[in-house]
């Protein structure tokens, strides 16, 4: 089973507008990542946030934490079209022998249209 | 700045042949990691190395063999391929320093299909 399941798995919106992308996840971790990816090719880490930190911004994004509800999420704001791509949530497991391996989620398809 | 680099990056094989993959990791990372993501699928994990010792291992079918070597880049040996190994096969390093705190960069992937 997926530690990370995203919704929506699809989401349609205009330039300009917010996009917001939820991740869950099932056990204890160290940090949760976003991920980006354009269509087939490489993923480009977006933004780490650890289990100690509750949000964190950077640019145009904002990621938020609950770990009692062991969420995120992901907000895009004054979306563009350059923004179409699928978004990936990744955790790390806690632990002392956690080597840092992700585990991904299903992964978000956003579509900003012009 | 230097990134991840993956070779080749695209690979056709038959059914039952071999295929080998090289990543070659940022210079002074100390991590390498190798993730399959099929078609339409989030990426899997398959096995890590850390400082040339393996350090972790996911859903990697026993076909399947990885090292790292001295000069820290890693190999991903791919035997009796089947229909189904045909993905995008990513590369990932980073810096271990505190249990795995620090973001991964990916390389560009290699794209293996398997007629």
């Known amino acids: 089973s997926q530690q990370g399941e995203e919704d929506p798995q699809a989401l349609s919106i205009q330039e300009g507008e917010n996009a917001t992308m939820n991740c869950s996840y099932k056990t204890s971790i160290n940090n949760l990542q976003w991920y980006r990816q354009n269509s087939g090719r490489g993923l480009v880490h977006l933004i780490l946030?650890?289990?100690?930190?509750r949000e964190k911004h950077s640019g145009r994004l904002r990621v938020t934490l609950d770990t009692s509800k062991k969420s995120s999420s992901l907000l895009i704001t004054a979306s563009r079209a350059a923004d179409t791509a699928s978004y990936f949530c990744a955790t790390v497991l806690a632990g002392g022998t956690s080597y840092g391996k992700l585990t991904f989620g299903q992964g978000t398809i956003l579509t900003v249209h012009p | 700045a230097a990134g991840v680099i993956q070779s080749p990056r695209h690979l056709i094989k038959e059914k039952r042949e071999t295929a080998t993959l090289k990543c070659y990791p940022i210079?002074?990372?100390?991590?390498v990691y190798w993730y399959q993501q099929g078609p339409g699928q989030d990426p899997q994990f398959l096995i890590s190395?850390?400082?040339?010792?393996?350090?972790d291992k996911g859903s990697i079918p026993d076909r399947f063999s990885a090292q790292q070597f001295s000069d820290y880049h890693s190999e991903l040996n791919m035997s009796s391929l089947e229909l189904g190994d045909s993905a995008l096969y990513f590369c990932?390093?980073?810096?271990?320093?505190?249990?795995?705190?620090?973001?991964?960069?990916f390389g560009p992937g290699t794209r293996l299909t398997v007629t």
């Open positions: 990932a390093s980073s810096i271990m320093g505190l249990a795995g705190r620090y973001e991964q960069y």
């Open positions: 190395f850390y400082e040339k010792m393996q350090s």
């Open positions: 210079p002074r990372h100390d991590t």
């Open positions: 946030i650890r289990s100690n930190e």
